[in-house]
């Protein structure tokens, strides 16, 4: 039996608020980038000058170029790299993999303004991995401000992603293919070319065309590291045309995101119609096939563990070393005694500030509370969504695209506006709420595939049987579907915890005063270049997200779906 | 005109000490040499309990203020927005077109868009008791009051430049920069004049008040040239040696950070010695008028001025002992002092027209 015409009107009701949510700050975009004043202005006028700058300014075309650079040079760091340890973790007798898997994700819970200050202090032109390495070799061959080192670090914090999806590929991978191949005497680098990587290969394509959007919509990496050198990409230049005029022009903002938009929606139609692809590809397996691992060899074991470590050293310990060491000294680089420099005074000044103190119960309300209710509020268009293969389904699958194609400065901004300006949101503008609306959206996406992979785990004789019986939609999901995936919740609801705590850009507009989050406090902080507090925020922010990950884990969260 | 203010100063001081030992708390009485009926507004704004305060200092910096201020009223409660130069005047604006204005005071460092909000019509006019303390240029019509007087600098690693003799001014540092080209490749930093307002205020000012200004540009650009977009971001790079100078920072930052790290020195050029303030209006349709008329009159006031000289901001005020004021300033820079006047010219910092001839100007200048 079909069950797509159950619940017409839940599913509709669901899936039009959803569009409205996400709809709403596209069009204000759109409808800005077309105006020559502030929307709300008294005297505004259509106008396509805003358009003609962007197209007429060389800054814009460089910035477009460097931005494409950037996200195509991070796939070629990311997508073979991430694909590798994905192998050697998951399809291979590599001793400590248990334990090795949780570091491997590290990167991506952080918040990239977080590591690219991380990355400065360690291993910038005076960070105290150069110093020392120049003071063993006499040189440091190395910059991390050019370009070829603003890609290299972008591609090597993006591992994570390609790993969790060609990882979960290749767990779903029967193995008999493989042993197929062993018997018939192909070695190990033979069997993982020939037979592990096809069969992979769509997980790949839809990593590398992820990341190739990552890439474009990235901003705290550039901002921190390529800014200084004039190395701009469409999102740093996006927030430098805000100031560039003096007053901020927020047609010319909104024109660069319309052309941002332009770029991503193809590549996120793309991912689409690839993720269909790879769901399909790796349904062949089924589930419950066993998999027997390749052996590494002692040789292979040591190569393999070398790459890792060396991996490890580069993506988390100098980040997180450098933020770590910042936090707790006021003066470092060349000629500084770091045993001098030790001090608390960077985190007493956040604990004695109203504002900072008020920002961590914040961020950890927001994504704790605020966690549970997106999560709900995810299950809901989960819902609305599963085994929906009507008109409605298909509008659900573009609503949560178009966030993918904001930046979240945008997208808080917008929601800035919308709040101020829609007579019913005003009411929830100087409150939490209106933040955790706007974290919804930023993180639909991320969100939704948690849920919607969780779902799927429920087969449809389940349902099928309960509606056959004589249960409504309703009664089917509340006592089948939703207590099946009671535990795939609590896990969703730690990963999205975490999620929420890196997120940084879209509080900018939005906070006031009573309602500050970390991670915005730190872009207000870096405007006036309180590296202090900052960098003692940063650590704060490390350490609540290293206890989110540890009850995510805990709370059985599958970091692979 | 200087040495007299500088004997105020003096004076001052004296008074000031005495009278905190006399006079702890000012707690919501009136302060010497209001109207009496100045109690009738303080207990408006008691009535109206808060006052909400968007600004571009960050909360480290102008929580003293803030204590200060709590201690003077403790009925009245202060909602702290950092928000940034652009977010506050984008806030604002919003508000005001939304008619649903949230700020009693905007209080920034960008003179010039502060500026554009009064000649928008979003500032409330006021003429503050303490108006008369002030310089005649720091007052704007009643409307927007300048709060502090913040000289550019420059700084520079002790150890870093080693044998380099410090460039004492600013025609020093212009042949320091030419002479040294590629010792000091990548090694010479200063503000943002695209990203930050205050680089372009200051940037803008000096090429309009200075004939050196592009040759300087033109040897900071032969040098590879980093720019940032606040000073905090420039003392982090300079303290660790990843640079070793910058020039026009903001220099009362740069002396409290010297201050603190005896490897860094700061030079403030007595042949340029330009000043930016931090300037303040109260919001037209504020929603706690009179609590904001309160929180202005407090900020520039002797006790409120001592709490921002504190924390780094140097005092308009003559008569403020901590921390550094006019007066000293204008010693230090050899009687030169030039603070950027509160006045209508900075419009055409806004001006499309203006910018984009800066610009050009400033990118031919820095390919060196």
């Given at each position: 039996m079909s069950l797509a015409n159950d619940a017409p009107r839940?599913?509709?009701?669901?899936?039009?608020?959803?569009?409205?949510?996400?709809?709403?700050?596209?069009?204000?975009?759109?409808?800005?980038?077309?105006?020559?004043?502030?929307?709300?202005?008294d005297n505004v006028r259509f106008s396509l000058d805003a358009f003609r700058f962007v197209l007429t300014d060389p800054e814009f075309y460089r910035a477009l170029w460097t931005t494409t650079l950037y996200a195509f040079g991070m796939v070629v760091v990311a997508v073979p790299l991430g694909g590798l340890l994905a192998f050697l973790i998951t399809r291979t007798d590599l001793k400590g993999r248990k334990w090795l898997e949780p570091l491997v994700l590290v990167p991506m819970f952080l918040s990239s303004i977080v590591l690219a200050f991380g990355y400065t202090v360690s291993v910038g032109p005076s960070g105290f991995v150069t110093i020392a390495f120049k003071s063993l070799f006499g040189a440091a061959p190395w910059s991390i401000y050019t370009l070829p080192g603003i890609i290299l670090i972008g591609g090597l914090s993006h591992v994570p992603t390609v790993y969790l999806y060609v990882a979960s590929a290749m767990r779903r991978l029967p193995s008999d293919l493989e042993e197929a191949a062993r018997t018939a005497g192909a070695g190990i680098w033979r069997v993982s070319l020939d037979v592990t990587l096809p069969m992979v290969l769509p997980a790949l394509v839809f990593s590398a065309a992820l990341n190739l959007l990552l890439g474009f919509e990235t901003f705290g990496i550039p901002l921190v590291l390529g800014d200084p050198n004039g190395i701009l990409v469409l999102t740093t230049y996006i927030y430098k045309?805000?100031?560039?005029?003096?007053?901020?022009?927020?047609?010319v903002m909104a024109a660069v995101t319309v052309f941002l938009i332009l770029i991503?929606?193809?590549?996120?139609?793309?991912?689409?119609r690839l993720l269909r692809h790879a769901r399909r590809f790796a349904a062949v397996g089924g589930k419950g096939a066993r998999t027997n691992l390749l052996r590494l060899g002692s040789t292979g074991q040591a190569v393999a563990l070398g790459l890792i470590g060396l991996w490890l050293l580069v993506s988390v310990f100098f980040p997180v070393g450098g933020i770590v060491l910042r936090a707790f000294v006021e003066n470092w680089g060349e000629g500084v005694r770091l045993t001098e420099q030790l001090t608390l005074a960077n985190f007493k000044a956040v604990f004695e500030i109203p504002s900072l103190s008020r920002g961590i119960l914040n961020t950890i309300l927001l994504a704790g509370v605020g966690g549970a209710i997106a999560v709900a509020f995810y299950l809901l268009v989960g819902l609305a969504g599963h085994r929906n293969r009507g008109r409605s389904g298909t509008l659900l699958d573009y609503s949560v695209l178009i966030p993918r194609a904001l930046p979240g400065l945008i997208v808080g901004l917008t929601f800035f506006w919308l709040f101020l300006f829609v007579p019913f949101l005003i009411p929830l503008r100087a409150t939490l709420i209106s933040l955790l609306i706007a974290y919804i959206i930023v993180g639909l996406s991320y969100g939704l595939r948690i849920i919607q992979s969780t779902l799927l785990q429920v087969a449809p004789e389940l349902e099928?049987?309960?509606?056959?019986?004589?249960?409504?939609?309703?009664?089917?999901?509340?006592?089948?579907?939703?207590?099946?995936?009671?535990?795939?919740?609590a896990g969703a609801w730690a990963m999205i915890m975490i999620v929420f705590l890196r997120e940084y850009a879209t509080g900018v507009y939005l906070m006031s005063s009573g309602t500050e989050v970390i991670g915005s406090l730190m872009v207000s902080l870096l405007t006036s270049g309180a590296m202090d507090q900052i960098a003692a925020l940063s650590f704060i922010s490390i350490a609540l997200t290293a206890v989110g990950l540890t009850l995510a884990l805990r709370l059985g969260a599958k970091l692979h779906d | 005109m200087i040495t007299r203010r500088h004997v105020v100063a003096g004076a001052g001081a004296l008074t000031a000490a005495a009278m905190a030992g006399n006079r702890p708390a000012l707690a919501q009485g009136i302060?010497?040499?209001?109207?009496a009926d100045y109690k009738d507004l303080v207990d408006k704004a008691v009535k109206e309990g808060a006052v909400s305060i968007y600004t571009s200092t960050d909360d480290v910096q102008g929580r003293p203020l803030i204590e200060a201020f709590r201690a003077a009223f403790p009925g009245i409660r202060v909602d702290y927005n950092d928000l940034g130069t652009n977010g506050a005047y984008n806030r604002v604006i919003s508000e005001a077109a939304a008619k649903q204005v949230g700020s009693d005071i905007v209080w920034t460092s960008a003179m010039d868009l502060q500026?554009?909000?009064?000649?928008?019509?979003?500032?409330?006019?006021?003429?503050?008791?303490?108006?008369?303390?002030?310089?005649?240029?720091?007052?704007?019509?009643?409307?927007l009051y300048a709060t502090s007087v913040e000289p550019v600098a420059i700084m520079y690693n002790k150890s870093?430049?080693?044998?380099?003799?410090?460039?004492?001014?600013?025609?020093e540092l212009i042949a320091f920069l030419q002479t040294n080209k590629e010792t000091l490749k990548g090694k010479v930093a200063s503000f943002d004049p695209e990203k930050s307002g205050s680089g372009f205020l200051f940037f803008n000012n000096d090429a309009r008040t200075t004939t050196d200004t592009w040759e300087l540009v033109k040897a900071f650009g032969g040098t590879d040239p980093k720019v940032y977009g606040s000073s905090g971001a420039m003392r982090e790079k300079i303290a660790s040696g990843e640079h070793w100078i910058a020039f026009n920072l903001i220099g009362s930052y740069a002396i409290e950070w010297a201050k603190k790290n005896s490897n860094l020195g700061v030079v403030l050029p007595p042949d340029h010695a330009a000043a930016f303030s931090r300037v303040a209006n109260i919001s037209k349709g504020a929603p706690h008028p009179a609590a904001a008329r309160v929180f202005l009159d407090f900020l520039l006031s002797q006790r409120g001025q001592t709490a921002m000289a504190g924390s780094g901001a140097p005092s308009i005020r003559t008569d403020v002992s901590e921390g550094l004021n006019i007066a000293k300033l204008n010693e230090m820079a050899g009687g030169k002092l030039k603070p950027i006047p509160v006045s209508a010219a900075l419009l055409e910092a806004s001006d499309p027209k203006t910018r984009a001839e800066f610009f050009q100007k400033w990118k031919q200048a820095l390919r060196g």
């Open positions: 839940f599913r509709a009701g669901v899936i039009l608020a959803l569009f409205a949510m996400v709809a709403a700050p596209a069009l204000l975009v759109i409808y800005q980038s077309v105006l020559d004043a502030p929307f709300f202005d045309v805000n100031t560039i005029f003096g007053a901020p022009t927020y047609q991503t929606l193809p590549l996120v139609f793309i991912q689409r099928e049987s309960a509606r056959i019986t004589g249960a409504s939609i309703y009664r089917s999901w509340r006592d089948v579907v939703i207590p099946l995936v009671k535990p795939g919740l | 302060p010497a040499g209001y109207s500026m554009v909000l009064v000649s928008k019509g979003q500032a409330e006019t006021y003429k503050s008791p303490e108006a008369a303390q002030l310089p005649a240029w720091a007052n704007f019509n009643d409307q870093m430049l080693g044998a380099l003799k410090p460039p004492q001014t600013r025609a």
